[in-house]
């Protein structure tokens, strides 16, 4: 069992920038992946990032890509995402989420099944 508690959302103006982290109980936080969904106002949940067991691999959405890095820190159970040049468009609630993934090959989990715990969310608003 994990438990994930998102923070660091908030109001920013376009242009600028916001760090969200997410905290994760249990002491088994290395073996899980790591991902970031966004769910914006009458709109489905998507993919926003993912980062692998180490931090070694992450993948992003083409909508933040060269904007937002996720990152990870095991010794802190922690994982970040930091973003950048953010846009009105990105005006959403940020969810992180742990994927079991057997050790082995790993090309990122993009789709929200395939997660097994999400944090409870984080708002964030970009005003124009």
């Known amino acids: 069992q994990v438990q994930l508690v998102e923070s660091g959302g908030g109001l920013v103006q376009a242009g600028g920038s916001l760090r969200l982290s997410c905290a994760a109980s249990?002491?088994?936080?290395?073996?899980?992946?790591m991902g970031w969904f966004r769910r914006a106002p009458g709109k489905e949940r998507e993919f926003v990032a993912a980062?692998?067991?180490?931090?070694?691999?992450?993948y992003y959405a083409d909508s933040v890509k060269g904007r937002f890095t996720i990152s990870r820190d095991n010794a802190k159970n922690t994982v970040y995402l930091q973003m950048n040049s953010l846009k009105p468009e990105d005006t959403a609630v940020y969810y992180c989420?742990?994927?079991?993934?057997?050790?082995?090959?790993?090309?990122?989990?993009?789709?929200?099944?395939?997660?097994?715990?999400w944090g409870q969310g984080t708002q964030v608003t970009v005003s124009s």
């Open positions: 989420a742990a994927d079991a993934v057997p050790p082995g090959n790993y090309s990122g989990s993009y789709y929200p099944y395939e997660y097994d715990y």
């Open positions: 980062i692998s067991w180490s931090g070694g691999s992450t």
């Open positions: 249990g002491r088994t936080f290395s073996s899980y992946t």
